[in-house]
């Protein structure tokens, strides 16, 4: 097995300031920056329940794609109504060096003041324009109110675990399939 490159600490840097720039267009409804954030045909998977009741509930089940995609799916969603403020942290995995998979364990605080969290995978690609998200993951997390869950819903540690690796593994996979990234040539 090739051992995988590693990113400079800039490229580090400028994927960090992607993700976070992504929140903040959400935040403020700034739909037209969308692009700064994600490629065009970027694919947005969420789960679908507003109110889950097993784990199965909490896989996604919503598919948005690109940026109009996402537009409409917030402006749907119940973080239209109450507002939102998006905080992360973020662990990245390189697959390459312009292809990258993102981990970020995110809080949403609403202005109604209630907080959820939410475990985001991202596949992140090198552009001309920099860094974009092609495809992000949302995972719910806490907030199953089962009675015999320990942690009043604590959805455990391997689920996101698997649905990191099997970013990673489909990134490896696009990229051997291809022999390059698939937004090398992707222009804004």
Sequence with gaps: MSETP??????????LETLHFLS????????DHLAYAVTEDVEYLAPRMVTPTSVADLAPAMALHGPAGIRQGYELSQVAQYGSV?????????????TA????????VS????????DVVDTVVRTPDGWRI???VLHARNMVREAERSG???VPG?????????????????????GHPRHEEQTR
């Design 86 to 98: 998006h905080v992360l942290n973020t662990v990245i995995e390189p697959i390459d060096e312009d």
């Design 6 to 15: 590693a990113l400079d600490p800039q490229d580090r840097l400028d994927i």
């Design 134 to 136: 092609c495809r992000r």
């Design 111 to 118: 202005f109604d003041q209630r907080a959820v969290g939410t």
């Design 24 to 31: 903040h267009v959400i935040d403020n409804r700034e739909w």
């Design 101 to 108: 998979v993102t981990w970020s364990r995110m809080i949403l």
């Design 158 to 178: 391997p689920y996101t675990f698997v649905h990191f690796n099997e970013a990673i593994v489909r990134a490896q996979e696009t990229n051997a399939t291809t």
């Design 152 to 154: 009043a819903g604590y």
